[in-house]
C-alpha cells in the first residue's frame, strides 16, 4: 500500500526538483511528470520520482489531515 503525501517544490534545476514536507526536503526527479511545474506547486512523488501534479487546496487538505492522524496517534482514524 503507498501513502500520498502532497510534497511542495522549493527548488527547481531542469529535470529536478527539491521538495518540502513540513520540512523534510528530498530531491525527486521531473523526468515523468506529464506537466511543467513551478515553485510552489504540489506534487505526488513515488520512488524519487515527481508522478503527478496537486491542486493547492487538495494539497493543503490532505496535509491537513495527516496532521490530524499524527496528533491522534492513528486511532480510530481508518475505520
Given at each position: 500500500?503507498?501513502?500520498?503525501?502532497?510534497?511542495?517544490?522549493?527548488?527547481?534545476?531542469?529535470?529536478?526538483?527539491?521538495?518540502?514536507?513540513?520540512?523534510?526536503?528530498r530531491?525527486?526527479?521531473?523526468?515523468?511528470l506529464?506537466?511543467e511545474?513551478?515553485?510552489?506547486?504540489?506534487?505526488?512523488?513515488?520512488?524519487?520520482?515527481?508522478?503527478?501534479?496537486?491542486?493547492?487546496?487538495?494539497?493543503?487538505?490532505?496535509?491537513?489531515?495527516?496532521?490530524?492522524?499524527?496528533?491522534?496517534?492513528?486511532?480510530?482514524?481508518?475505520?
Amino acid at each position: 500500500m503507498c501513502l500520498a503525501v502532497p510534497s511542495r517544490i522549493v527548488e527547481l534545476d531542469g529535470m529536478k526538483a527539491v521538495v518540502d514536507v513540513r520540512g523534510a526536503r528530498r530531491e525527486v526527479s521531473l523526468l515523468i511528470l506529464p506537466e511543467e511545474v513551478s515553485l510552489g506547486d504540489y506534487v505526488i512523488v513515488h520512488a524519487g520520482f515527481a508522478i503527478n501534479t496537486v491542486n493547492r487546496d487538495d494539497a493543503l487538505e490532505a496535509l491537513r489531515f495527516f496532521d490530524k492522524v499524527l496528533q491522534s496517534g492513528g486511532e480510530g482514524v481508518f475505520l
